[in-house]
């Protein structure tokens, strides 16, 4: 067990061993299960990421962290992202976002299902036979004049009058299938039909689970209608089901609307497992690095060549072993166990379990470096003298590899895909340009890390972009948008952040100065964006990557930990004839560095006649979206996300 991951100061003091299926858990102090080789994994409600940890396991460094209550909350579903009580209907659905459910909610959510989904589905006629069905492949949300379900009435009262017509029953619309006149009519009656049923049945889900915004969760919606309201419903499912997504129907969400109630609940349940399970053991490689280089080989202390692992994996495998956690009917049973031996609701709830020895390369304190590539790279302006967007395609997209060094070794752990900076706009001289956000190439260090870091808007930030649309109490409401600047999981740096620092030296290579351009890697909100899209200089990771990787690094370097870093910041504003006003107290909490991180930044391949960034503003020659501020390559809207926050351009902190 590593110092600083260890549960011995956990209050509770104890911990409950488990050993696989049918053996009774044991209970033992926490440092006995320690020296018998066991992990102990925190399930309790009261539980947070070693990023947001107050105190660094025997020493006297206690820090108050500011965001660690704010986190809690909303993992057990008190507070939304501003603080402000939920609704009664209302939850957080945020696995995507850094913040995984209690097992506490979990458990309300499996219970539920027995006594008030399944019912509801019950008796709303739910087939997900009907969803299992569909080979029609993705449906996009689209805001037309006339709907499907009115065109759909058109067709089948066409095709009666057709069939009638014909001296068929007008009430058998089967009669019209492959028949030489009526057969086209038909199939195009069926085929929006059979359209029409996937949403009206993926609506009866979504009304029971009570993922719609109004009338306490079960909406206000057109049946089998791809309106507003179910698109935002739909990408409330996707979320608690940790789908990526924007809202419309895929090959994913629709099996995921047809899985059973009861292994949904258990999949989400395992999600839960993984995260604690990874931060009590303190390890970070999921496989990524082993997909990528799958030849690699390193040795370990013996001598002996070891290819790379996906050490989450086989970690979280060995815990749900040990949990009998394995299937839908034990995993509900463990439950009710576990909650029992966490004072009944799972508060201050430890279990031990062993699981598989971690690499020889794992240290207390271990050596890293991190490279990101930028894969391909446009500084082409992306807009022709006429204002029609140009195609800038990209077939090698941005990376992130960190790597520890191991007996002159350089072993990859994490390959993850990352953002690079391009096109956006910006306010200058009272208008919205564009200009190009460049991200920064060469060798950088990571000095500091910061959790639930604060995000400064800069005087060229669009008044559009510091407010937001709120639904709270029933109605809309424009409020400031404290969420972006954090701090927030929402925030334009997510839950966690580190700084690219350039060293400036002297002659004799002794540190002159140090410069901040304002480049991060943090966590993001906007996790589509990781996929296919840009940012605006900084390096974005999904927000649960980025707290896993910083809780890891933490939890294996030498660090000071200096706490809440104070701001007094405010400034009024003025949108749409109101006047809004930001004040920001803290940039974050920090962690400094003993020894800082090395950061290369490559080049990347250039594409396109420029080889350099354009340097200052261009006048926008349309209204269509610059790469880093909407979808690009093909990709669909996103109705049902926040918008993108805004990142580059900030206050460089201390």
């Given at each position: ?29 926490i ?19 070693y ?56 458990a ?18 739910f087939?997900?036979e009907?969803?299992r ?42 009669q019209?299938?492959?028949h ?11 085929a929006l039909?059979?359209k ?6 993926a ?9 719609f ?7 206000t ?18 979320k ?13 969400n ?13 999949r ?20 990524s ?8 080989r ?36 463990q ?30 304190d ?7 590539d ?9 807009f ?29 752990l994490?390959?993850?895909r ?6 956006r ?18 060798p950088?260090?990571?000095?500091e ?7 400064i ?14 639904w709270?109490?029933?109605r809309?409401?424009t ?14 740096y ?26 991060r ?10 996929l ?17 990787l910083f ?6 370097r ?11 910041f ?11 006003k ?26 396109g ?10 006048p ?7 790469p ?15 918008a993108?926050p ?9």
């Amino acid at each position: 067990m590593f110092p600083k991951t260890s549960q011995r100061e956990q209050p509770a003091g104890h911990a409950w061993a488990f050993d696989g299926p049918g053996a009774a858990p044991r209970r033992l102090e926490i440092a006995a299960a320690e020296a018998e080789g066991y992990t102990v994994i925190d399930l309790g409600n009261s539980w947070v990421p070693y990023i947001f940890s107050e105190k660094t396991v025997a020493a006297e460094d206690l820090q108050p962290n500011d965001y660690r209550k704010r986190y809690i909350d909303l993992a057990n579903n008190r507070v939304d992202a501003d603080g402000e009580p939920l609704d009664r209907h209302e939850r957080n659905f945020l696995e995507l976002y850094g913040i995984p459910p209690t097992l506490q909610v979990v458990a309300g959510e499996w219970r539920a299902v027995d006594s008030e989904i399944g019912p509801c589905l019950q008796a709303a006629g739910f087939d997900p036979e009907v969803l299992r069905a569909w080979t029609g492949g993705g449906i996009a949300y689209e805001n037309k004049k006339m709907g499907d379900v009115r065109r759909l009435a058109r067709l089948k009262a066409g095709l009666e009058k057709d069939l009638k017509k014909a001296k068929l029953d007008p009430n058998d619309l089967e009669q019209a299938k492959g028949h030489p006149k009526l057969g086209k009519a038909y199939d195009n009656w069926r085929a929006l039909q059979n359209k029409v049923d996937v949403i009206d049945h993926a609506q009866r889900r979504l009304r029971c689970e009570k993922m719609f915004q109004s009338a306490e969760g079960e909406g206000t919606y057109t049946q089998g209608e791809f309106d507003s309201a179910t698109t935002h419903a739909l990408a409330q499912f996707e979320k608690k089901h940790a789908i990526m997504g924007w809202g419309h129907f895929t090959r994913e969400n629709i099996e995921a609307l047809a899985r059973p109630q009861e292994e949904s609940a258990h999949r989400r349940l395992l999600r839960v497992i993984e995260e604690r399970t990874v931060s009590a053991a303190a390890i970070l490689e999921d496989g990524s690095a082993a997909r990528w280089k799958s030849k690699f080989r390193y040795k370990d202390r013996h001598g002996e060549e070891q290819p790379l692992r996906d050490v989450v994996r086989e970690s979280v495998d060995a815990a749900v072993v040990a949990l009998d956690l394995g299937t839908p009917e034990t995993a509900r049973r463990q439950l009710d166990k576990l909650s029992e031996l966490g004072s009944g609701n799972f508060d201050d709830l430890l279990v031990a379990v062993k699981l598989p020895p971690r690499p020889d390369y794992y240290l207390e304190d271990m050596t890293f470096e991190v490279v990101i590539d930028r894969g391909d790279v446009w500084y082409d302006f992306p807009f022709d003298s006429t204002g029609k967007r140009l195609s800038q395609p990209r077939e090698r997209y941005p990376h992130i590899t960190v790597y520890t060094v191991y007996e002159g070794q350089k072993i990859p752990l994490i390959h993850w895909r990352t953002t690079i900076g391009s096109w956006r706009s910006e306010m200058y001289n009272g208008s919205e340009h564009y200009k190009y956000k460049d991200s920064d190439v060469g060798p950088r260090v990571w000095k500091e890390i910061v959790a639930a870091p604060v995000w400064i808007p800069p005087a060229t930030t669009p008044p559009r972009e510091l407010v937001r649309r709120k639904w709270k109490d029933g109605r809309v409401r424009t409020v400031v948008n404290n969420a972006e600047f954090g701090p927030s999981y929402t925030s334009a740096y997510g839950l966690v952040a580190a700084y690219h620092i350039k060293e400036i030296k002297n002659p004799d290579g002794t540190l002159k100065a140090d410069f901040d351009n304002s480049i991060r890697t943090h966590g993001s909100v906007d996790y589509m964006s990781i996929l296919r899209r840009y940012s605006h200089g900084c390096h974005r990771l999904y927000n649960m990557s980025a707290v896993r990787l910083f809780s890891f690094i933490l939890g294996h370097r030498q660090f000071v930990r200096e706490g809440q870093i104070k701001l007094g910041f405010s400034r009024e504003f003025v949108h749409e004839d109101q006047t809004f006003k930001i004040a920001l107290k803290t940039r974050g909490y920090r962690y400094k560095l003993v020894q800082p991180i090395a950061v290369d930044v490559t080049e990347g391949r250039i594409k396109g006649t420029r080889k350099t960034p354009l340097e200052g503003y261009i006048p926008k020659p349309n209204n269509t979206p610059a790469p880093a501020d909407g979808p690009v390559e093909g990709q669909l809207p996103a109705p049902a996300e926040p918008a993108v926050p805004v990142e580059n351009n900030v206050l460089s902190p201390g």
